[in-house]
């Protein structure tokens, strides 16, 4: 589950002293900071929930974001396993979280959210596999954070500039190298392979 409902929180104790402060002294200007203060109250709601139903063999996931909300569902049959996606963090170290990775090479991030803990997101990864029965499936004991699976990943959504960075850290290449190694895959990619 990820969730910025705390960041909401911060701002709906600001638009609680707004609001009392308004209350004691009406004025036109403290509607319009009312208002900012609870669209800064809005904005950062989203929560995103994954639940693996063992009754009914599917993963469930509902992504809730202000004035959206996506859902879907991914049958246990069509889950290869589950990915520790890495992010290059700009104190050249990494990020990570967890994909499920589907039939279709096409992987269900299973939060917005990324955490240092490369050790937290193994043990559970473990754990899910474990419940999946996919003990050996797309599991690494030690994950290599320039692992072609996560460079793909990121070229899925766009993040080209973020997989060169995840690249240019993890094996400590210059940028055109790295360009060339994320160009290659991306070409793998358009090919089919």
């Not at 889950?79 to 996606?85: F, L, P, S, Y």
Request: proline share 3%; with cysteine; net charge positive.
């Amino acid at each position: 589950m990820d969730s910025l409902a705390w960041l909401s929180v911060l701002f709906l104790c600001g638009f609680a002293a707004l609001a009392y402060r308004f209350y004691l002294e009406p004025s036109s200007n403290a509607v319009f900071g009312l208002g900012l203060v609870l669209l800064f109250v809005i904005i950062p709601l989203r929560r995103e929930t994954v639940v693996f139903d063992a009754a009914l063999q599917q993963a469930r996931w509902k992504r809730l974001r202000t004035f959206k909300v996506a859902r879907g569902t991914i049958p246990f049959s069509e889950i290869t396993g589950i990915g520790i996606e890495a992010l290059a963090s700009g104190r050249g170290g990494s990020t990570y979280r967890l994909t499920i990775q589907t039939a279709d090479n096409k992987p269900v991030p299973m939060s917005d959210a990324y955490g240092n803990s490369l050790d937290h997101y193994e043990s559970l990864q473990a754990e899910i596999l474990a419940f999946l029965h996919l003990d050996g499936a797309k599991a690494s004991p030690a994950y290599d954070v320039g692992d072609e699976a996560s460079i793909r990943s990121l070229l899925m959504q766009g993040r080209k500039i973020e997989a060169i960075k995840l690249i240019r850290s993890s094996h400590n290449l210059g940028l055109a190298e790295a360009k060339d190694q994320v160009d290659s895959i991306a070409q793998k990619m358009n090919s089919g392979k």
